[in-house]
């Protein structure tokens, strides 16, 4: 009797409890991604702010558009990258943007320093292998 690899692996997933991350999709070969705006270092009066996404050598294109050299944004606020072999977090410090959009605003950042930076994202929401994520900024929101 033949049993492929394929098949013995899903019965160890299935019987064995060996837990296998899903595959990554391939990074753009050179793609960067960017903050446009704010620069590193501006001061926002009021908390409010449009953020203008930038990407070279690759495209955006919405979740779910599973095609290669594509991606869609993801705006880390005020933490550190995520753990590039699971799927980005969606909450206040992960802010996804699976519509394709290269601008948000931004509006209740309370006074003090605050962190920006972007990680694409693949169709499923998963970082690209590798990773593409831009430096990370500080912005300065004033006491009222």
Avoid: C
Wanted: proline residues 10%; charged residues 20%; aromatic residues 6%.
């Amino acid at each position: 009797m033949l049993i492929r690899a394929g098949a013995i692996l899903a019965m160890l997933m299935l019987f064995g409890g060996i837990a296998v991350s899903e595959q990554r999709t391939p990074a753009p070969k050179d793609a960067q991604v960017y903050i446009i705006w704010p620069p590193d270092g501006a001061v926002i009066k009021g908390g409010k702010l449009w953020v203008r996404m930038g990407i070279r050598n690759a495209g955006v294109a919405p979740k779910g558009v599973d095609m290669a050299n594509v991606g869609h944004h993801h705006l880390l606020i005020n933490t550190d990258l995520p753990p590039f072999d699971q799927e980005i977090p969606s909450d206040r410090n992960h802010i996804h943007f699976g519509g394709g959009q290269t601008e948000a605003r931004l509006e209740d950042l309370p006074p003090g320093k605050h962190t920006l930076q972007l990680l694409m994202g693949d169709h499923n929401h998963m970082p690209h292998d590798p990773p593409i994520y831009s430096k990370k900024i500080t912005i300065i929101v004033p006491p009222y």
